[in-house]
């Protein structure tokens, strides 16, 4: 009886610690969950899947919206506004990778930027979708995607109506 409760105490423990993988050019990267930020003026999804992973020397967040137009991409500067009212500017590096249905892109963290991450959490994302325009194309332009599990909530709402992005990245490190 012993031994059986044991084994579940561990499976327990190890399902409940076990962490997602970011897999960025044939490297895997010990990530956090994905995020389903809300974007108000971005239409055609409606969210944004945000998620970071510790590398060797710092971070990298990767961004993805669905799209029409695989030919798009999520690039140049992208803003990350932390709740201390600071942000942190990632320089476009050219790494995305498209699908049929959704568009990727990957920004790199310093080590210090990782660290302010670990203290604060993300309350929105400014970045840009490039491509060109057409009919029944996705939008293109400049979009915020907000830190919201979802678009309404109440002052009688036991949780949080946000992503605990500090807490998240701070399991990365354990």
């Known amino acids: 009886m012993n031994m059986r409760l044991l084994l579940l105490f561990f499976l327990i423990h190890f399902s409940a610690s076990s962490q997602e993988i970011m897999?960025?050019?044939?490297?895997?990267f010990k990530a956090t969950p994905f995020w389903?930020?809300?974007s108000t003026n971005y239409t055609l999804g409606g969210e944004v899947q945000v998620?970071?992973?510790?590398?060797?020397?710092?971070?990298l967040l990767k961004l993805s919206v669905v799209t029409t137009n695989p030919k798009s991409m999520i690039a140049g500067t992208v803003y990350v506004y932390l709740s201390d009212n600071s942000?942190?500017?990632?320089?476009d590096k050219g790494q995305f990778e498209n699908t049929e249905n959704s568009l990727s892109s990957y920004f790199n963290f310093t080590a210090a930027e990782m660290n302010k991450l670990k203290?604060?959490?993300?309350?929105?994302?400014?970045?840009?979708?490039?491509?060109?325009?057409?009919n029944?194309?996705?939008q293109i332009g400049n979009f915020t995607a907000v830190n919201k599990k979802s678009y309404?909530?109440?002052?009688y709402q036991n949780t949080p109506n946000i992503f605990e992005t500090a807490k998240e990245i701070n399991n990365l490190y354990q």
Request: hydrophobic fraction near 30%.
């Open 36 to 38: 389903n930020f809300i």
């Open 87 to 91: 942000f942190i500017s990632c320089i």
């Open 119 to 134: 203290k604060h959490n993300i309350t929105s994302i400014r970045f840009n979708i490039k491509g060109t325009s057409g």
């Open 23 to 28: 897999n960025v050019k044939n490297k895997q």
């Open 51 to 59: 998620q970071l992973a510790k590398t060797e020397n710092g971070g």
């Open 136 to 138: 029944f194309a996705n």
């Open 152 to 155: 309404y909530s109440s002052r």
